[in-house]
T-cell receptor, first 116, second 110 residues
Framework: NAGVMQNPRHLVRRRGQEARLRCSPM?????VYWYRQLPEEGLKFMVY????????ESGMPKERFSAEFPKEGPSILRIQQVVRGDSAAYFC??????????????FGEGSRLTVL | TQLLEQSPQFLSIQEGENLTVYCNSS?????LQWYRQEPGEGPVLLVT?????EVKKLKRLTFQFGDARKDSSLHITAAQPGDTGLYLC??????????FGTGTRLTIIP
C-alpha cells in the first residue's frame, strides 16, 4: 500500500512565480487536507477537500492560494505570485470516507517551498 | 478558532530520565491524537484517544485524555535518543479537520 505521495519534495521559486504542489492520497482515501508548517512551528490547517469539492477552506489566504481535487488525478495546491513569506513546508494528508473515518490523518512527506 | 497549547515548547533531557508533555485547550474535542515528526518528514500518528479519562500505553509512552476532553498528556519513561523529535497533539472536530498544537521539540541527550 503506497502512502500519501507528494511532489515535488523541494521546490525553489523566485518572487512572482507560481508554485504547484501535488498530492496523491492513499488508496481508498477520498478526503485530502493541506497544512502549512513554518520552521519550528506546528501545522496550520489550510483546506479540506473531497473529490471535486472544497469542504472547508477557512485556513486558506484569501488571495493567490487555491486548491483543487479533481475527479481524476492528484490534489493540487497552487500559489500564484509567490512571496518570500510563502516559504514553508506544505503537507498533504488523507483520510478514508466518512463512516470509516476515525479522524486519523495519514501524512505525506511534505513539499518544501523556498522563495528567493 | 480552537487553539491547542503545548508545553513545554522545548525540552532537553538526559537519556534514561522521565518526562511529561502537556496539551491544553479551552475547547472540547471529539478525539485527540498525538503525532511525532522527525526532520524532513511528515507527522506520524502515535495514538488516538477518544473517551474522557482514557489512558493508552505504547511501550514506554503513556497517553492520557482529560476527563473533560479538553487536554491530554504524554509521559515517556526512561527516554532514549530515538525518542528525539517534534511531538504534536491534534484535536479532531468530528470527522473533519484536525487542529494541531504548537508542538514540543524533545531532545534526548545520550
Amino acid at each position: 500500500n503506497a502512502g500519501v505521495m507528494q511532489n515535488p519534495r523541494h521546490l525553489v521559486r523566485r518572487r512572482g512565480q507560481e508554485a504547484r504542489l501535488r498530492c496523491s492520497p492513499m488508496k481508498g482515501h477520498s478526503h485530502v487536507y493541506w497544512y502549512r508548517q513554518l520552521p519550528e512551528e506546528g501545522l496550520k490547517f489550510m483546506v479540506y477537500l473531497q473529490k471535486e469539492n472544497i469542504i472547508d477552506e477557512s485556513g486558506m489566504p484569501k488571495e493567490r492560494f487555491s486548491a483543487e481535487f479533481p475527479k481524476e488525478g492528484p490534489s493540487i495546491l497552487r500559489i500564484q505570485q509567490v512571496v518570500r513569506g510563502d516559504s514553508a513546508a506544505y503537507f498533504c494528508a488523507s483520510s478514508p470516507p466518512i463512516g470509516r473515518n476515525t479522524g486519523e490523518l495519514f501524512f505525506g512527506e511534505g513539499s518544501r517551498l523556498t522563495v528567493l | 478558532t480552537q487553539l491547542l497549547e503545548q508545553s513545554p515548547q522545548f525540552l532537553s533531557i538526559q537519556e534514561g530520565e522521565n518526562l511529561t508533555v502537556y496539551c491544553n485547550s479551552s475547547s472540547v474535542f471529539s478525539s485527540l491524537q498525538w503525532y511525532r515528526q522527525e526532520p524532513g518528514e511528515g507527522p506520524v500518528l502515535l495514538v488516538t484517544v477518544v473517551t474522557g479519562g482514557e489512558v493508552k500505553k505504547l511501550k514506554r509512552l503513556t497517553f492520557q485524555f482529560g476527563d473533560a476532553r479538553k487536554d491530554s498528556s504524554l509521559h515517556i519513561t526512561a527516554a532514549q535518543p530515538g525518542d528525539t523529535g517534534l511531538y504534536l497533539c491534534a484535536g479532531a472536530e468530528g470527522n473533519e479537520k484536525l487542529t494541531f498544537g504548537t508542538g514540543t521539540r524533545l531532545t534526548i541527550i545520550p
